[in-house]
Nanobody, 122 residues
Framework: QVQLVESGGGLVQPGGSLRLSCAAS????????MSWYRQAPGKERELVAA????????????NYADSVKGRFTISRDNAKNTVYLQMNSLKPDDTAVYYC???????????WGQGTQVTVSS
């Protein structure tokens, strides 16, 4: 049974930090590119950050949305089947539900987590 379980969301003041975690199970984690998306009320889901799988030539490469560059960092621990999103200097515009996404580097299957709420407010 495939599971992506996000944690670490919550309420934080502007300028604060949070670290999101996504624990994966039920598939070969290292074979999957991992991403974080977010969706704010009334807006479309958008890509926040991504990291390549461990089996590609660009293993561990990352990319970020322009709006979070320099503030957010995505990382993965293949031994723990977990991907992280370190979020610093948070802004009210970062308020959204954050979703973990796994995309196979070998096949076409992909998976979504259930989401975790991040609220940035004073």
């Amino acid at each position: 049974q495939v599971q992506l379980v996000e944690s670490g969301g919550g309420l934080v003041q502007p300028g604060g930090s949070l670290r999101l975690s996504c624990a994966a199970s039920g598939f070969t984690f290292r074979h999957y590119a991992m991403s974080w998306y977010r969706q704010a009320p009334g807006k479309e889901r958008e890509l926040v950050a991504a990291i390549t799988s461990a089996i590609t030539s660009t293993s561990g490469s990352t990319n970020y949305a322009d709006s979070v560059k320099g503030r957010f960092t995505i990382s993965r621990d293949n031994a723990k089947n977990t991907v992280y999103l370190q979020m610093n200097s948070l802004k009210p515009d970062d308020t959204a539900v954050y979703y973990c996404h796994a995309n196979s580097a070998v096949f076409t299957n992909h998976y979504w987590g259930q989401g975790t709420q991040v609220t940035v407010s004073s």
